[in-house]
DNA sequence: TGTTACTTTGCAATCATTACAAAGATGAAA
DNA sequence: TTTCATCTTTGTAATGATTGCAAAGTAACA
């Protein structure tokens, strides 16, 4: 993942504007890396910014992923969570504690059958079980 | 994926009560293979079965993936899909038409970085892109 | 200060999904 | 055939996530 010093500056140079609730938002999303739902986030923030609206999360998280950059993580089907890591890179969900970790995988060992002329934009690879720290 | 020759032998054996509905929703998603969503099976179904439930729909759905003969996929956060084949294969989702087209891979050749000691349940993946016939 | 452009907020609307209780169907026992 | 128990479906209301939109707030600058 890539090391950023200045999050306005990052944020300008992607061609938006570093106002407090979207450096704020950004900043939870790189430095945790948990992989946060809108509501997460909001509950995280409000006490930092109490006028933070959750329709301001939603607005700025759009605005994000259309820049390009932040990711939308979809594992399961009743919550979207966000990455600020937008490398290729695996995700693994616990069913027990459910905290989603990250893995490597390399994406040219995948040898895809029936998708010949397909353009391939993006590549999502997620598994599902049981984590080390919750086997027994 | 698994030939059925009677789908209501293949629910009971699944320890489902055949009912027309289930009969039909399974049916469908057997026979037409295309990945729909709850909203496009009832109003596929409707002009069948005029009195059909949407919420019979959604409890038949749920019923299935508990049984295991159906799988979800989660490729947009806003459409959750099922598929009757709930074998180990690939998703590729075309942004212009919005098919979602079947592939298969080889699970064995991803070699996961990250995971040692994690016990892995389910494997998913899946592709954004153009398909084959929306690239003029 | 006044103007303009952009951002945030709050609330209402929409859409997907779930909860729940009433009504309907099935099938075996009497 | 009637009765009874059980399972299934239906309709509606409730919930929860997300979006639309207009009003209020902010910042830069002439
Ligand atoms: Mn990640
Ligand atoms: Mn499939
Ligand atoms: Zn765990
Ligand atoms: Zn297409």
Same mark, same amino acid.
């Given at each position: 993942m890539i090391e950023i010093k200045n999050i306005g500056e990052y944020l300008k140079v992607n061609k938006i504007m570093p106002s407090v609730q979207r450096v704020k938002i950004f900043e939870y999303l790189y430095t945790k890396r948990n992989h946060p739902t809108v509501e997460s986030i909001h509950k995280e923030l409000i006490d930092e910014i109490p006028t933070l609206s959750k329709t301001t999360v939603y607005n700025?998280?759009?605005?994000?992923?259309?820049?390009?950059?932040?990711?939308?993580?979809?594992?399961?089907?009743?919550?979207?969570?966000?990455?600020?890591?937008?490398? $290729? *890179?695996?995700?693994? &969900?616990? /069913?027990?504690?459910?905290?989603?970790?990250?893995?490597?995988?390399?994406n040219s060992d995948i040898k895809i059958n029936g998708l010949d002329n397909f353009d391939i934009h993006q $590549? *999502?690879?997620?598994? &599902?079980? /049981?984590?080390?720290?919750?086997?027994n």
């Open positions: 700025t998280l759009k605005q994000f992923v259309e820049k390009g950059i932040i990711q939308i993580i979809n594992i399961e089907d009743n919550e979207t969570r966000y990455d600020a890591d937008t490398s $290729t *890179h695996g995700h693994f &969900k616990c /069913i027990k504690c459910g905290i989603v970790y990250d893995f490597l995988f390399d $590549t *999502h690879l997620y598994i &599902k079980g /049981i984590c080390k720290n919750c086997k």
